[in-house]
C-alpha cells in the first residue's frame, strides 16, 4: 500500500515512541518525511531503523518554543519544497497527586503538549494551504474524555487538544484543511513506560501509592498495552486520501477500555 507517494509529511516527536512508529509507517506508504523531535539521540535511532530511506530528514526542534518551531518548521517546508501533513505527536506525561502538583509543573504540560500543538499549526497553515489534499492529526487522549487517576494537567492539556481540533476544522474546511485527533489509551511507549529517549515523550511516574484499580483495563491484546504500531496505522489513514471525507473528529485507539 503506497497512499503517500509524493506527499510531504513533517512528524513531531519522531523520535519515539508513537511519532517514531508513525514515521516508519509512512516511509513505508512512500511519504517525503521530516522527523521532527526535541532529542537528538532520538532521531537518530529513528533514522538507524528507517535504514538507507532517502526519504527521511530529521530535524531538532523543541514544541514548547515558539522561535524554534517557527525556524523548525520553515525549514521542514523548504527542505520538503512544501507541505500535505502535519502529525502532532510531541508530548509528555507527568503524573502526581493533584494537591502536589506545582504551577512549574501544571504549566510545563501545557506548554508542551497544547501551547506547543498549537504553534506547530499556526506556523504549518500556511504551507498546508497551499499543500495536496492537506491533513492535520493531533494527538489528544483517553484522559480527555475519561477519568485517570494522577493525571489532571495532562488531561486537560489532551481535552484542550480534542477541543482545538474541532474549530480548527470549522475554521479551516473551506480552505481544504481537515483536521482529526486520535485518542490513544494502553499504548506501550516512551511515554507510558518511561523508556522513550526522547525529551518530549517521557514516562508517567505514577506516585508510590498509586491505586491502580482505577485504571481500566483494554478488553483486547490480553489486557496488556499494544505496540505503537497500532495507532501509527490509524493516524495514517486519517492523514490520507482514505479519509478525504473525516474532519473534525476524534479516534479512540484503547483496545476497548472504555468501551
Do not use: C, W
Not at 512549574?104 to 499549526?121: A, D, K
Not at 499494544?226 to 479516534?251: C, I, K, N, Q
Request: charged residues 15%; negative net charge.
Amino acid at each position: 500500500m503506497q497512499r503517500y507517494t509524493g506527499r510531504r509529511v513533517l512528524i513531531t516527536g519522531g523520535g519515539s515512541g508513537i511519532g517514531q512508529a508513525t514515521v516508519l509507517r509512512m516511509l513505508d506508504e512512500g511519504a517525503e518525511v521530516v522527523a521532527a523531535d526535541i532529542s537528538e539521540a532520538g532521531l537518530a535511532d529513528t533514522k538507524s531503523k528507517a535504514g538507507s530511506s532517502a526519504t527521511l530528514t530529521t530535524l531538532v526542534v523543541n514544541v514548547a518554543d515558539e522561535e524554534s518551531v517557527r525556524t523548525g518548521v520553515a525549514a521542514a517546508v523548504d527542505g520538503l519544497g512544501g507541505l500535505d501533513v502535519l502529525v502532532n505527536a510531541a508530548g509528555i506525561l507527568r503524573s502526581a497527586h493533584t494537591h502536589e502538583l506545582s504551577l512549574e509543573q501544571f504549566e510545563t504540560v501545557i506548554r508542551i503538549n497544547l501551547t506547543g500543538t498549537f504553534l506547530m499549526i499556526r506556523e504549518a497553515i500556511p504551507a498546508l494551504r497551499q499543500g495536496s489534499s492537506p491533513a492535520v492529526v493531533n494527538f489528544s487522549s483517553t484522559s480527555a474524555a475519561f477519568a485517570h487517576p494522577y493525571m489532571a494537567a495532562y488531561a486537560a492539556s489532551k481535552g484542550g487538544i480534542q477541543a482545538m481540533t474541532h474549530a480548527l476544522a470549522s475554521e479551516y474546511g473551506k480552505s481544504g484543511i481537515r483536521f482529526n485527533a486520535v485518542q490513544p489509551g494502553s499504548i506501550s511507549s516512551g511515554m507510558t513506560d518511561g523508556s522513550g529517549v526522547s525529551g518530549q515523550s517521557s514516562g508517567p511516574g505514577l506516585p508510590d501509592d498509586a491505586d491502580f484499580s482505577l485504571f481500566p483495563m483494554p478488553l483486547l491484546a490480553g489486557g496488556g498495552f499494544a505496540p505503537p504500531e497500532a495507532v501509527a496505522g490509524v493516524v495514517a489513514m486519517l492523514a490520507s486520501e482514505d479519509a478525504a471525507f473525516v474532519t473534525g473528529t476524534e479516534v479512540r485507539i484503547d483496545g476497548g477500555s472504555h468501551a
